[in-house]
């Protein structure tokens, strides 16, 4: 199988014209994955290396390029449910000058080529540049006016943002307010980035809650900026850096050193180091500086840019279409190495997923020795073909995380075979035994074992926290040690140890002991005494079930009584078959392209059997507010889902589970069977308190949780729904939420803010 730059290298030589219109398909379908969806398929150097051939291409056929080609646009990362900013300046990309590999002339020639550009341009022999690194974060603009910050934005399109203010105001390092002495008007733009060990705790703890792991710190910051919830966006930890200027209107700034200090003043971080050069032969040192000091930054970088230092300089040589003519980022060219893969591992994480592991030859890169380097899932395998024995180029990515590049096919061994996880495993846990299973729309195989012993200290650890079962000492060390010493396989096993055994507990080394002692031991033990007595919805979130938090689980618990009739009953099953039938309903609509030159007549009879049959089904509980169903004038039925499908369907497939029997069966010895604090209030809402029958949805940055607010708002009759529809009372509005607050609008249905909900609460 040849690979990617292979297979074009053949397609250029027998249709140019072809590639290239091939070519700016697969860029600007990367630029989607890369600027919009934060979840790009190939590595920036793969990228770096198709951008470069088209712009090759375009400088032998200029009469090829149109304003759609991705040489012509910023990259767009406009994402839907953000309230959109018009920039007062455009916010343009930079031009990227690559370094290139040792023997192919100057390393850093288009460095030279670039400086020279400029001495040319400006008639100067040495125009003075600032050199600083390039961040591999997120761009975005912060605006202030009078001293106060209006909005953050996206880049977009260049002309156009997402106003993310909300989102951004939880970045302590972004003030709001400016100190005396601002500007009236200020527009700072800079990257919003997240430091290399931040990463790896957040990593580290989606890991522990259950969650997908984030490839690498620049997706974890592209995702996190276009989450719609402030709340959850203050939990990721983000940082910003300015490193350049937009509108502005204050005391003249003459160049880069008057920038640099007007941040200082304001209280704005601003990007370091940065170097000042002189001269051809100073630009390069102050890159190859760059190049070393960037590695102690803690922070992902991929570069350095070179800007103009002057800034009526900088306006006298203007724009293209697309960036600066007087700034460049010259792009390090990282490290590679080839290597031999000996072997496949697989590791199974702490939530159930099989994660396949290269073996490699030990090879030193970018300052450390590489000796393994993981491969991600069996899709990632079979896109690069990566086969046991193959001989495989390898890099760091952002120089922090090993990553195989491609193979080198010329080097293959002819006995190789491709490579399949599910039977390397032979389909089942290599930890446990348990078979293993790839839900459906997802990529990674996963242990359907609950009590599996790679995960039970990350479930123990869950089990533990505070919104869980809230066990006081027993997360962290404290489980991993459990499980080390073999005293626990699963979390429930907490519940048969005495004091004597837990205080007994070594978390230290056979060498070096350190007992957990009897006085933890106790505050542990009553802790899990009282654990047996929190409600059903606290239980459903110490199982870690996938899309069960704290706010489902609630959801889940308002329509059971207790967990035996969760597990047993029939209205996880009754939603589901509602579900299925609603969508049978749909699908035979007359007006439907697909049924056209059907019998209109028996469609609409068949429709109004079956939604004589659903209504029957859908009573009892249609009654008492669980379920409705409401035919939209259009032969469309919509179902109004009280707990949500994917959810719905992640509690059957538990409880259904042999892991979830197991539980049940565990659960029902040691006599614990939670009742959920919720039922009954949901059967009394509709009569009693001040926002009885009332619908709320609660959308932005809010003071408290939202769990919080649909507790009050529930304990005062009232019902706190997700999405906007005709049938929503009122709109809590926080700063931000700009999709359900355009909705609202559209349906006209009231906005209102805390300080409103809270008067509705307490009537006078």
């Given at each position: 199988m040849m690979n990617l730059f292979e297979f074009a290298a053949a397609q250029q030589e027998q249709n140019p014209r072809a590639y290239y219109d091939e070519l700016c398909a697969t860029i600007r379908r990367n630029n989607e994955l890369y600027y919009a969806q934060a979840q790009p398929e190939i590595s920036d150097a793969e990228y770096d290396r198709l951008y470069r051939e088209l712009e090759e291409l375009e400088a032998v056929h200029p009469d090829w390029i149109t304003p759609e080609s991705p040489t012509q646009r910023v990259g767009n990362d406009l994402s839907e449910g953000f309230r959109k900013v018009t920039h007062p300046a455009p916010m343009l990309s930079i031009d990227d000058i690559f370094e290139h590999k040792p023997g192919e002339g100057e390393t850093d020639a288009e460095l030279v080529e670039f400086y020279q550009r400029l001495q040319r341009s400006l008639g100067q022999e040495a125009p003075l540049v600032v050199v600083e690194p390039k961040i591999d974060g997120c761009a975005v603009t912060l605006l202030y006016r009078g001293g106060r910050l209006v909005y953050a934005a996206t880049r977009g399109d260049g002309r156009t943002g997402d106003d993310i203010t909300a989102n951004v105001r939880t970045i302590r390092s972004v003030p709001f307010t400016l100190p005396e002495g601002a500007p009236e008007l200020l527009e700072v733009r800079g990257e919003i980035y997240m430091p290399s060990a931040d990463f790896d705790k957040l990593n580290e703890q989606r890991d522990a809650d259950g969650l997908p792991t984030f490839a690498n710190p620049r997706n974890a910051t592209a995702g996190t900026i276009k989450l719609l919830d402030a709340v959850e966006v203050a939990t990721r930890p983000l940082r910003f850096l300015a490193h350049g200027i937009g509108a502005y209107e204050g005391t003249p700034l003459r160049s880069a050193d008057d920038y640099e200090d007007l941040l200082k003043r304001m209280g704005i971080p601003c990007n370091q180091p940065i170097l000042r050069a002189a001269g051809a032969e100073e630009v390069r040192r102050a890159v190859q500086e760059i190049d070393t000091l960037r590695r102690s930054l803690g922070y992902g970088t991929d570069g350095a840019v070179i800007k103009l230092a002057d800034f009526t300089l900088r306006?006298?040589?203007?724009?293209?279409?697309?960036?600066?003519?007087?700034?460049?980022?010259?792009?390090?060219?990282?490290?590679?190495?080839?290597?031999?893969?000996?072997?496949?591992?697989?590791?199974?994480?702490?939530?159930?997923?099989?994660?396949?592991?290269?073996?490699?030859?030990?090879?030193?890169?970018?300052?450390?020795?590489?000796?393994?380097?993981?491969?991600?899932?069996?899709?990632?395998?079979?896109?690069?073909?990566?086969?046991?024995?193959?001989?495989?180029?390898?890099?760091?990515?952002?120089?922090?995380?090993?990553?195989?590049?491609?193979?080198?096919?010329?080097?293959?061994?002819?006995?190789?075979?491709?490579?399949?996880?599910?039977?390397?495993?032979?389909?089942?846990?290599?930890?446990?035994?348990?078979?293993?299973?790839?839900?459906?729309?997802?990529?990674?195989?996963?242990?359907?074992?609950?009590?599996?012993?790679?995960?039970?200290?990350?479930?123990?650890?869950?089990?533990?926290?505070?919104?869980?079962?809230?066990?006081?000492?027993?997360?962290?060390?404290?489980?991993?040690?459990?499980?080390?010493?073999?005293?626990?396989?699963?979390?429930?096993?907490?519940?048969?140890?005495?004091?004597?055994?837990?205080?007994?507990?070594?978390?230290?080394?056979?060498?070096?002991?350190?007992?957990?002692?009897?006085?933890?031991?106790?505050?542990?033990?009553?802790?899990?005494?009282?654990?047996?007595?929190?409600?059903?919805?606290?239980?459903?979130?110490?199982?870690?079930?996938?899309?069960?938090?704290?706010?489902?689980?609630?959801?889940?618990?308002?329509?059971?009584?207790?967990?035996?009739?969760?597990?047993?009953?029939?209205?996880?099953?009754?939603?589901?078959?509602?579900?299925?039938?609603?969508?049978?309903?749909?699908?035979?609509?007359?007006?439907?392209?697909?049924?056209?030159?059907?019998?209109?007549?028996?469609?609409?009879?068949?429709?109004?059997?079956?939604?004589?049959?659903?209504?029957?089904?859908?009573?009892?509980?249609?009654?008492?507010?669980?379920?409705?169903?409401?035919?939209?004038?259009?032969?469309?039925?919509?179902?109004?889902?009280?707990?949500?499908?994917?959810?719905?369907?992640?509690?059957?497939?538990?409880?259904?589970?042999?892991?979830?029997?197991?539980?049940?069966?565990?659960?029902?010895?040691?006599?614990?069977?939670?009742?959920?604090?919720?039922?009954?209030?949901?059967?009394?809402?509709?009569?009693?308190?001040?926002?009885?029958?009332?619908?709320?949805?609660?959308?932005?940055?809010?003071?408290?949780?939202?769990?919080?607010?649909?507790?009050?708002?529930?304990?005062?009759?009232?019902?706190?729904?997700?999405?906007?529809?005709?049938?929503?009372?009122?709109?809590?509005?926080?700063?931000?939420?700009?999709?359900?607050?355009?909705?609202?609008?559209?349906?006209?249905?009231?906005?209102?803010?805390?300080?409103?909900?809270?008067?509705?609460?307490?009537?006078?």
């Open positions: 306006e006298s040589l203007g724009n293209t279409a697309r960036a600066p003519r007087w700034a460049a980022a010259f792009k390090y060219l990282p490290e590679q190495k080839e290597t031999i893969l000996k072997g496949i591992t697989i590791q199974v994480g702490r939530t159930g997923v099989l994660t396949p592991v290269a073996e490699l030859e030990p090879v030193r890169l970018s300052g450390t020795t590489v000796s393994r380097a993981t491969l991600h899932n069996q899709d990632e395998i079979a896109r690069k073909d990566i086969r046991i024995g193959d001989t495989v180029l390898m890099e760091k990515s952002g120089e922090i995380i090993p990553a195989v590049v491609h193979v080198i096919l010329p080097k293959r061994p002819a006995d190789t075979v491709p490579y399949s996880l599910y039977d390397a495993v032979g389909g089942v846990c290599p930890c446990c035994g348990a078979p293993i299973m790839q839900e459906e729309g997802q990529v990674a195989w996963r242990c359907t074992n609950f009590t599996c012993s790679a995960q039970a200290a990350m479930r123990t650890t869950y089990f533990c926290k505070r919104e869980a079962l809230d066990i006081e000492n027993l997360g962290g060390t404290v489980a991993e040690a459990l499980v080390n010493r073999g005293m626990i396989t699963s979390p429930l096993d907490l519940f048969r140890l005495t004091v004597e055994e837990l205080g007994a507990l070594n978390l230290g080394t056979d060498d070096e002991p350190r007992r957990f002692g009897e006085k933890n031991a106790a505050k542990a033990i009553a802790a899990l005494e009282a654990a047996r007595k929190l409600p059903l919805e606290r239980w459903l979130t110490a199982f870690g079930i996938p899309t069960i938090g704290t706010v489902t689980a609630r959801a889940v618990a308002k329509y059971h009584r207790d967990l035996n009739e969760l597990a047993r009953g029939s209205f996880l099953s009754l939603l589901q078959e509602l579900e299925r039938g609603v969508e049978l309903f749909n699908s035979l609509n007359p007006k439907a392209r697909v049924n056209k030159g059907a019998d209109r007549e028996e469609l609409q009879a068949r429709q109004q059997e079956l939604y004589a049959g659903l209504r029957d089904m859908a009573a009892p509980y249609a009654e008492r507010g669980y379920v409705s169903l409401e035919e939209d004038g259009a032969n469309k039925l919509k179902f109004t889902h009280p707990i949500g499908s994917v959810s719905c369907q992640k509690l059957r497939q538990y409880f259904l589970s042999p892991a979830g029997e197991m539980v049940m069966e565990t659960l029902g010895k040691l006599g614990i069977n939670p009742v959920s604090s919720v039922f009954e209030e949901n059967l009394l809402t509709a009569q009693v308190g001040p926002l009885a029958g009332k619908t709320f949805v609660l959308t932005g940055a809010l003071s408290r949780p939202r769990p919080e607010f649909e507790k009050m708002i529930a304990a005062a009759g009232g019902k706190a729904t997700g999405s906007v529809t005709k049938k929503t009372d009122y709109l809590v509005a926080g700063e931000g939420g700009g999709s359900k607050r355009d909705k609202a609008v559209k349906l006209g249905v009231p906005i209102i803010g805390e300080s409103d909900l809270i008067s509705m609460l307490s009537p006078v």
